[in-house]
């Protein structure tokens, strides 16, 4: 029932309004979209941990909801525990409740940063070998007949800019969708 009852309307309320309000925090408007994002990183480090029950610590912060979520997602018993414990309180619940974790907003919010990360050196893996005469896309061009034409576009047609932005990049893939262009 929990699938059916939480995780499903979830996923289909992030998937259906991303951008849809799910959180005020401190003046911060978060949407679902965002949330889902700070979920996915920390799902993946309570799956490599192989743990049963984890701590959370609860702030004032997205993240720490977040990670409510992960556990639950994740079939981790999650065990929220006041910002205000002290060092000896916390201790205490720690080995009453035999948690192998208690997760902090600072090392979930390095989760996240790692996840960055890795997309980054996904993308710089360091083995390109891009020749000026590679064939990186192919435009296709309607006429007003509706005769269909193909535009080559090789990697030497990207100009370095001074200033780098992606609007060039997309304006050069894309001419035909200006909305899409537009955005960046």
Excluded: W
């Amino acid at each position: 029932m929990f699938y059916q009852h939480v995780i499903e309307p979830y996923i289909r309320q992030t998937e259906q309004n991303p951008d849809q309000t799910v959180a005020r925090i401190e003046g911060q408007v978060y949407s679902y979209a965002q949330l889902a994002q700070r979920i996915a990183p920390i799902m993946n480090e309570l799956d490599a941990m192989s743990i049963a029950r984890a701590g959370i610590v609860m702030k004032q912060d997205l993240t720490a909801c977040a990670a409510l979520l992960a556990c639950l997602f994740s079939g981790v018993v999650a065990v929220p525990l006041p910002e205000s414990l002290s060092e000896s309180q916390r201790v205490e619940v720690v080995r009453k409740l035999e948690l192998p974790e208690v997760l902090t907003v600072e090392r979930m919010h390095y989760y996240y940063r790692m996840t960055f990360e890795d997309a980054l050196c996904r993308i710089d893996n360091g083995l390109y070998r891009i020749d000026d005469d590679q064939l990186i896309s192919i435009i296709c061009h309607f006429n007003n007949e509706n005769a269909l034409t193909f535009e080559n576009l090789y990697a030497k047609d990207f100009l370095k800019q001074k200033k780098f932005s992606l609007a060039p990049v997309f304006q050069l893939l894309l001419p035909e969708f200006p909305e899409i262009c537009s955005i960046f």
